[in-house]
């Protein structure tokens, strides 16, 4: 399956980079705030994320609302308390953070990502969406963010992670180190993944088309 690449890639690198400044530093008129999802990659407040790679925390039920989902009182409950060793095993056989189009292998069901996204939709209000976000607080270089609106427009409904990962690797992996130079050029910080650059886009071209 071969993904469709945000419109605003089919050009020069300027169209794009503008696309990202204006998602990621440029003020919404209505609050004279940046918009909430331009805090979801840097998001600390506790200042602990480094040493909570394996394990689900508030901060991380926190930050998804950034991205307009959220998880229920009882979803906070079993994730954190009664199932947060479950989960905390499963973040570790995840294994750290890498860049996805490192992954040599098939990301399939079977495997730590795929049981670890598994068991978070055993979770209450957990599905599709809010598992990718979750996941992908721990792991921003690995796993790539999913919503509807991602989905429509990298044709990626059907299955999400394995026609990325194939894209990013194809010509020897060309698509991965144009996102790193985008965000480059838009000075954003070396936490945005090369995927969250992908994924903005992605959401962009359908939430806010200029």
């Known amino acids: 399956m071969v993904i469709q690449l945000p419109k605003v ?3 020069g690198d300027d169209a794009a980079v503008a696309v990202l400044r204006r998602y990621f530093t440029e003020p919404l008129v209505k609050t004279g705030y940046l918009r909430s999802g331009a805090r979801w990659d840097t998001w600390d407040s506790t200042g602990t994320r ?3 790679v394996n ?3 508030a901060d ?3 930050a ?3 991205l307009s989902v959220e998880v229920s009182p009882d979803g906070a409950q079993i994730l954190l308390r009664e199932r947060g060793d479950e989960f905390a095993r499963l973040l570790v056989e995840v294994g750290p953070d890498r860049d996805l189009v490192d992954e040599t292998g098939e990301l399939t069901p079977d495997s730590p990502v795929g049981r670890l996204d598994s068991a978070l939709w055993t979770v209450p209000s957990i599905g599709r969406t809010v598992a990718s976000k979750l996941i ?3 792991r921003p270089r690995l796993l790539p963010i999913y919503d509807r609106a991602i989905g429509e427009v990298l044709g990626t409904k059907q299955a999400h992670l394995e026609p990325i990962r194939d894209a990013l690797r194809a010509d020897d992996g060309d698509l ?4 790193v130079s985008l965000r480059e050029q838009a000075e954003l910080d070396e936490s945005v993944p090369a995927l969250r650059i992908l994924t903005v886009l992605a959401w962009m071209q359908l939430k806010d088309p200029r």
């Open 176 to 179: 991965h180190r144009r996102l």
């Open 64 to 66: 998804v609302t950034m």
């Open 60 to 62: 991380d039920l926190v």
């Open 9 to 11: 890639l089919a050009g």
């Open 136 to 138: 992908a607080r721990k």
């Open 50 to 52: 480094v040493q909570d």
């Open 55 to 57: 394990v689900f925390t």
